[in-house]
């Protein structure tokens, strides 16, 4: 089962405008990560925050993390037509005892040039 | 290349028959993981491995679904038996336990149509 959801399911910008999609997962934490995946391809690792940062940055992409509201954002500024893909959150729970990543359900982004 | 490789990356199979996919994972990686993903979804996970040892199987890998890591490097996953439910991309990734954080590396996958 999913661990929790992607917000907005789906998200159309144009070129040099900044995208924010949102996270929300069920159980605590020990990281989250965001990964990135192009249609029919593999999932590309973009970043991971650990359960005690509340932001971090790594080149256009601008992540936060609210425990207390179990939620992530991921912030991509001046998108480019190569952002265009599929994104999604994945955890690991600490409840479950275990490595295995929990994903959301993805939030589609298109980047029209 | 270092980076985790799968094979084949496309399967076309008729229902009923058996598949056998292979993962090869970063050299260094010891554990290593299975994923299932259907359209539209996030991946879903099946199992995985630390060296050879298969540490834990997901409800969604039925009986007729194996994994095995036999040398502790790379990993096969079989389905017996297919149903056009089992039609999905299988996601191979690795990671270190030696990492301080568990970040996942994946695999470009094997996409699965069963007729």
């Known amino acids: 089962s999913q661990q929790g959801e992607e917000d907005p399911q789906a998200l159309s910008i144009q070129e040099g405008e900044n995208a924010t999609m949102n996270c929300s997962y069920k159980?605590?934490?020990?990281?989250l990560q965001w990964y990135r995946q192009n249609s029919g391809r593999g999932l590309v690792h973009l970043i991971l925050?650990?359960?005690?940062?509340r932001e971090k940055h790594s080149g256009r992409l601008r992540v936060t993390l609210d425990t207390s509201k179990k939620s992530s954002s991921l912030l991509i500024t001046a998108s480019r037509a190569a952002d265009t893909a599929s994104y999604f959150c994945?955890?690991?729970?600490?409840?479950?005892?275990?490595?295995?990543?929990?994903f959301g359900t993805g939030t589609r982004l298109q980047v029209f040039p | 290349d270092t980076g985790v490789s799968q094979d084949p990356r496309h399967k076309i199979t008729k229902r009923g028959q058996n598949v056998t996919f292979r993962c090869d994972p970063i050299?260094?990686?010891?554990?290593l993981y299975w994923y299932r993903q259907t359209l539209g979804q996030g991946p879903e996970f099946l199992t995985y491995f630390q060296n050879e040892a298969q540490l834990e199987k997901s409800r969604l890998l039925s009986d007729r679904f194996s994994a095995e890591r036999p040398k502790g490097s790379f990993s096969t996953l079989e389905i017996q038996r297919t149903e056009q439910g089992d039609s999905a991309m299988y996601l191979c990734?690795?990671?270190?336990?030696?990492?301080?954080?568990?970040?996942?590396?994946f695999g470009p996958g094997t996409r699965l149509t069963v007729l």
């Open positions: 050299s260094e990686h010891n554990r």
């Open positions: 990734a690795s990671s270190s336990t030696r990492a301080f954080f568990n970040e996942q590396f």
């Open positions: 925050i650990r359960s005690n940062e």
């Open positions: 994945a955890t690991d729970a600490v409840s479950y005892n275990t490595d295995k990543l929990i």
């Open positions: 159980t605590s934490i020990n990281n």
